[in-house]
């Protein structure tokens, strides 16, 4: 055999090589340590009042690792349109999102928008984007905006005609007569009934208390419905940090409800691991086990005796 057929018979067997790895093989190539990363960039830096963007949000990670995206207030002060996910490989995600900002022109900043994870020792680590700058420009034109040259006085010829005005008079007194008949005849109106007694609510630790108890009798985490005890978890504590110290929690993130809770100096370390925890389980798909679960709610029930209110001091008999 040739220098030219032995060479060819070694590109055979290097092609037929390659054809023969199987998917297990090139999982197993990818799976080697990923670091985590996030980037992200937009279409455009100039943008047209009312007109929308694209934001590309990249995330790198290792194989199989789940993150809780950016939330909508994160955003602010631009509005989400529409979103979507793509997985560029195992180990790469795109998250796109359409914004637009309603506001007057201006030089705007995107936010760092961040990304959170739980690492290889179970913590929740976060990543964030550089803010980004973004110019918000008018769509009129010069043409539009020229001012031009004002026109001549245009001189009006008014007739002295009194028949108006008298018959403006008529129907004044007319008008008049009418709403003086109408006070004389109308009926009063039937008196309203009494309202009805509504029961005060308990006070908030009282109330989040008793929710947890009940919470726990339902056995959510013995039957292994650990996203319905998240959910139902995530709902008592928001409403209790909401009454307790005076904050809005209906249709708010997590990351909103800390935020209001830190303009009202209060320490919310406790609550931010409980609310965390929760929304892995509930949008990462978090698996965190029996133990795990029975360990929050263990803190949620610490977490009221920690911020319960102080008992007033009783009056002197």
């Not at 031009?148 to 010829?157: A, F, N, Q, R």
């Not at 679960?293 to 001091?313: C, I, S, Y």
Request: net charge negative; with cysteine.
């Amino acid at each position: 055999m040739g220098s030219a057929g032995r060479w060819a018979s070694f590109a055979l067997v290097v092609v037929l090589g390659a054809c023969s790895s199987t998917p297990a093989d090139i999982r197993e190539a990818t799976s080697g340590p990923v670091e985590w990363t996030v980037s992200a960039s937009t279409d455009q830096t100039s943008v047209q009042v009312g007109d929308d963007f694209e934001l590309a949000l990249r995330v790198t990670h290792p194989l199989d690792g789940d993150f809780v995206p950016p939330a909508g207030a994160d955003f602010a002060p631009f509005t989400i349109l529409e979103s979507a996910t793509e997985s560029l490989s195992p180990t790469e995600s795109l998250l796109r999102f359409r914004l637009a900002a309603y506001v007057l022109p201006q030089d705007l900043e995107l936010p760092a928008l961040t990304v959170r994870y739980r690492d290889a020792d179970g913590e929740v680590v976060s990543l964030s984007t550089p803010p980004i700058a973004i110019s918000l420009v008018t769509s009129l034109t010069p043409e539009v905006t020229d001012v031009h040259d004002i026109k001549e006085p245009v001189s009006l010829e008014v007739p002295r005609d009194w028949t108006l005005l008298w018959w403006l008079l008529a129907a004044l007194v007319a008008a008049l007569v009418a709403y003086l008949l109408y006070r004389k005849l109308r009926k009063e109106p039937a008196a309203l009934p009494a309202p009805a007694f509504v029961t005060p609510l308990p006070a908030p630790d009282v109330e989040a208390e008793q929710a947890l108890l009940r919470l726990a009798e339902k056995k959510l985490i013995e039957q292994g419905q650990l996203t319905l005890f998240y959910t139902e978890l995530t709902d008592i504590m928001r409403r209790y940090a909401g009454r307790r110290f005076e904050v809005p929690y209906l249709e708010r993130t997590t990351t909103e409800i800390l935020r209001d809770l830190r303009g009202k100096k209060v320490t919310n370390a406790p609550l931010r691991s409980i609310l965390e925890a929760a929304d892995l389980v509930k949008f990462a798909k978090d698996s965190p086990g029996e133990e795990a679960a029975k360990d929050v709610l263990g803190r949620a029930h610490l977490l009221l005796q920690e911020t319960r209110p102080a008992p007033r001091a009783e009056a002197a008999s």
